[in-house]
């Protein structure tokens, strides 16, 4: 948890009722200062803990995340509006991040280079105190994406939620606590981007900044960072190509488009938002994935088979619309929609547009809800000249029975993580991160740990 002042009280809203449920204070920059000093203290005493015993607490938390499941996903429903059956899978995956680099710490090994002249070796030495910034659209997961693998290397976090989505962090710094993680090693500050985000972001003692969220503000953590030439990772926006060739199982693609880009409302950075389909079968997709989205049961969130929830505000609802409108179509046109309920809450329908210039706002922007575009193309050239005609590059779907293609495709898409018929994009195992405008670094896989430690090498002379 976190000690110190705090400037303000902010109200919790949920999204699918559209009532406050509960407030957090927010904390403010002599509350920042103190954790990163706390921190720092705690630094010295864990970065000395033997890599061994990093892993068995780290495991012990896993078990405690396990135990509190439910309970975690509860609070990620009210908070964010997830469904229950998406929450349940993020707690699960908390869990799961925090074994995987429970395991990996101890294989994190250094070299033995041979030199002339004596013996040279490498070895990984922790950062120091790791800032975490998380946004609210996966707000537990993403937090455990740094945790996990920050403590694994001996590092300390102070972690800010977003003003939205502070429930589940707060919740799993409790966890971390009553595992015996000690004191200082995980702290979470609830607080405005502006006060404890900037604070960390330019704080001397924070060596690291991990920022998931908008390109625009991943452009002033870089610039806040670099005055101390801080290490950064940022995870940013997408506007992600869905490619589907004529000789694809077109069946299959069209029945599963709708997970590719409604998932989580459409509030995901990986959400295949541009479907590219091939102008042979372009009609006969359409036929395809209209029963597809309509069958997309949008509703309360709580219920077991709710498959989208609310997007996670009022004001976040309005951004979507605006993307609806005759100036952002510019030309393109909604061809169908699914259905949202009428009731409280911030619902928006599933919505299917039509863009044959894929040059128009709406097939550009990233919506961040659930508005996906189709546009046709001729040919594989034509299929990966829209695709990478995006200033964004981190994730995407391709749809094709020729491995050849496959591979050519997958090869000139400028994306970070791509998948052949399939929509998966993150596994805690392979590493996740984009190019271009959607981030720098990469996240979670076996060389996750580098990202939080610093080579050190070592001569030894024996002459």
């Known amino acids: ?27 403010d920059t002599a509350a920042t200062d103190g954790a990163v000093s706390r921190a720092a203290a705690a630094f010295r005493r864990w970065s000395a803990v033997a890599p061994a015993d990093r892993a068995r607490l780290l495991r012990r938390f896993a078990d405690a995340v396990d135990a509190d499941a439910e309970n975690l996903a509860a609070l990620e429903v009210s908070e964010a509006g997830h469904t229950l059956a998406g929450a ?41 105190v790791v800032g975490v910034i998380v946004p609210w659209n996966f707000p537990m997961p993403i937090a455990g994406w740094s945790i996990a693998p920050a403590l694994a290397a001996g590092n300390t976090v102070v972690l800010k939620p977003a003003e939205q989505t502070p429930l589940t962090a707060l919740r799993l710094a409790e ?23 900037a604070r960390l972001v330019e704080h001397e003692d ?29 995870e940013l926006g997408g506007k992600s190509a869905n ?58 969130p709580r219920t077991p088979d709710a498959q989208m929830g609310p997007l996670i505000s009022a004001a976040q609802r309005e951004r979507v619309a605006s993307f609806l409108t005759d100036d952002a ?11 949202a309920p009428a009731g409280p809450g911030f619902w928006f329908r599933p919505t299917v547009v039509l863009a044959p210039d894929p040059r128009v706002r709406v097939a550009t922007e990233e919506v961040f809800g659930p508005v996906v575009t189709v546009t046709p193309f001729e040919d594989e050239a034509d299929a990966v000249r829209i695709a990478n005609d995006s200033r964004y590059g981190l994730s995407g779907s391709i749809w094709t029975r020729d491995l050849g293609r496959a591979i050519r495709v997958s090869r000139a898409v400028e994306a970070g993580n791509l998948s052949v018929n399939s929509h998966s994009s993150v596994r805690y195992c392979t590493p996740f991160g984009g190019v271009k405008e959607s981030g720098l670094g990469r996240e979670l896989g076996p060389r996750a740990l580098d990202a939080f430690t610093d080579v050190k090498n070592v001569f030894i002379s024996t002459d």
């Open 206 to 234: 924070v060596r690291k900044i991990v920022f998931t969220g908008s390109t625009a503000v991943g452009r002033q953590v870089m610039a806040g960072a670099a005055r101390h030439v801080k290490r950064v990772t940022l």
């Open 175 to 197: 966890l971390a606590l009553q595992a015996g993680i000690p004191e200082g090693v995980l702290q979470v500050l609830p607080g405005r981007g502006s006060v404890v985000g």
């Open 88 to 128: 349940r899978w993020e707690a699960a995956n908390v869990r799961d991040v925090l074994e995987y680099f429970a395991g990996a710490v101890e294989r994190h090994l250094g070299d033995q280079i041979p030199v002339a002249g004596g013996l040279d070796v490498t070895f990984h030495e922790p950062l120091g």
């Open 329 to 339: 179509l510019g030309g393109a046109e909604v061809a169908f929609t699914g259905t």
């Open 1 to 27: 948890m976190s000690t110190g002042t705090s400037e303000a009280v902010h109200e919790l809203v949920d999204p699918s009722t559209g009532q406050v449920f509960t407030t957090v204070a927010l904390h």
């Open 243 to 300: 490619i589907v060739f004529a000789d694809s199982d077109l069946e299959r693609a069209a029945a599963t488009a709708p997970d590719g880009v409604f998932d989580n409302a459409g509030q995901d950075c990986c959400a295949r938002s541009r479907i590219l389909v091939q102008r042979s079968v372009h009609d006969r997709f359409l036929e395809m994935l209209e029963p597809a989205v309509k069958a997309v049961r949008v509703a309360d």
